[in-house]
């Protein structure tokens, strides 16, 4: 039956719980706690690094690392970023509908739950230890106590913490304009960091064992202490457990027996819910394909889905929503999957259903189907092709247009492009293998376009005889953001495309060379990030479509013009105006 005779609770009570729910500081709340308890475990985990040396260096970089965390403002820090970090997270778990999710969100829950147990006898140990009971908690006293007794525990610790953090943070930042630049980098950290840590507590156990191998014993009244705090940690712990365990069976029951609505999908018909869900909860609750790569936290748009039926007296959307829409120019009746929690019955269209076969880690398939990053792309086009291939044999075409591309596609692929259409005279080629590195990318299509020439001038003398013209091209390469996107039906079936204006701006960029009779036009942007000299060239503006939208860019003539410009980098050019 639908919620619309049978809500429960007064309307504003039910405002309420919406402005908590969506309300952006409970996100930002357990976003920089979080930050700040990785920022402690990386600097714990170099600190074991730094075991590599030997204990002496590890006690040195501890001092500095009190100062910060055993200070009473660090202390206040780190214990309240603890405690709210958990009570989030735990209001966030109670708030959920469903429990499919994909894989990386289910390990953030695990490992976020297990830190707690694994943690508890480390800080009892060290922290508790010393602090309340003055215990020796210097790392020789602490690893001759630890190794090897509980070295694997430590190590499952290490790694379950790690890794929650990291996978934490990658969601966090993904959606930041420079992420993506330094995305390999912070990869390389995050392996090397513990690998690093790892190697240290290995090697400073193994020192303390043989240096240490009788470490000063506790006092009865000391081990009583640790022993009494222990059983108040174990009892705490487990009545956390406890009550989260029974909240999340309150919680069930509750969304059961309250009214629901229902939801109609197009294409997949209508299915109730629970009132208050969201429209993401829903669909994986009944299992229908719906991409969310920010894990349905309103920081994408991919979740968005087109209101068909309902949209009156919707709740409003919150401000980062409202942001988000009007961000990507999404109409009225848009709105985010993840959000949108309807009150009553409503129909829906998921706007950019999960492309390929849906799994339980449908999410991820975006990354796989569709990506954006910068790139250069070069279009080349044959001159004058009908008259090469006027009066010509059918074999006579297909041996030129074969000897062509095979000629073509090495010249891409030998400096890292490839080549993204080739048709009868002429192709595109993208060059985006060093996807931080933009300059790269522009170097190796002018160096592709300076060996395309090279290629044509071995066929023009193979081929003088045969051809009633020479071969000639022209060449548009510009530089800037596109779209690679999977074309076709699965992965196994489907090619890679690069889409956006900047493909079709070196479309355009190519067709402006027959004007200005030359064989390369390559825009200011290629030429500003590949580091060349263009500087004896003037900069012309070229009108790219029919909306006369202008690309600033260079005609260089030949390759003999384009082999000086890249015999002589810019920084020559600084070097000569400052005297050296």
Sequence with gaps: MSSVGTTTGSPASGKLQQDFRDHPWSCHARLWSGVVLFTFVLTHLINHALGIFGIEAMEVAQQWRWLLWKSLPGSVLLYGCFLTHMILASLRILRRHTWRMPRDEAWQIVSGLAIPLLAAGHVLETRVGGTWFGADESYHAVLARMWPAVATWQTVLLLVAWTHGVVGIHHSLRYQNWYPHWRTTLRMVAIIVPLLALAGFVASGREAGTRFANPKPMTEEQRAGLDKARMMLDSGLGAFGIGLAGLIGFAYVRRRSRATVTITYRGYGPVQVPRGISVLEASRMHGIPHPSTCRGRGRCSTCRVHILSGAKGLPDASGPERMLLSHIGAPENVRLGC?????????????????????????????????????????????????????????????????????????????GGHIDLMYGDGLLAVFDADEHHVGAGARAALSAARDMSRVLDLLNSEMRGALPIPIRAGIGIHTG???????????????????????????????????FLADYVVAVSTAEASGYDFTDHSVRDVVVDAHNTTVPAFAISDRAALDKIMARPAMLRVLNKAGV
């Design 339 to 415: 959000q949108l929690r309807p009150t009553h019955d409503i129909g829906v269209r998921v706007l950019m259903p999960v492309l390929g076969r849906p799994t339980a880690d449908a999410d991820s398939e975006a990354n796989e189907w569709a990506l954006e990053r910068n790139a250069t792309v070069l279009c080349l086009d044959l001159r004058a092709f009908s008259t090469l291939t006027q009066n010509r044999l059918p074999y006579e075409i297909a041996v030129l247009i074969n000897r062509f591309a095979a000629e073509m596609t090495q010249a891409v692929e030998s400096h």
């Design 481 to 515: 953001p596109v779209v690679l996107a999977r074309i076709g039906d699965g992965l196994q079936n489907s090619v890679m495309r690069a889409i956006g204006t900047t493909v079709a701006f070196s479309v355009g960029l190519e067709a402006a060379s027959k004007e």
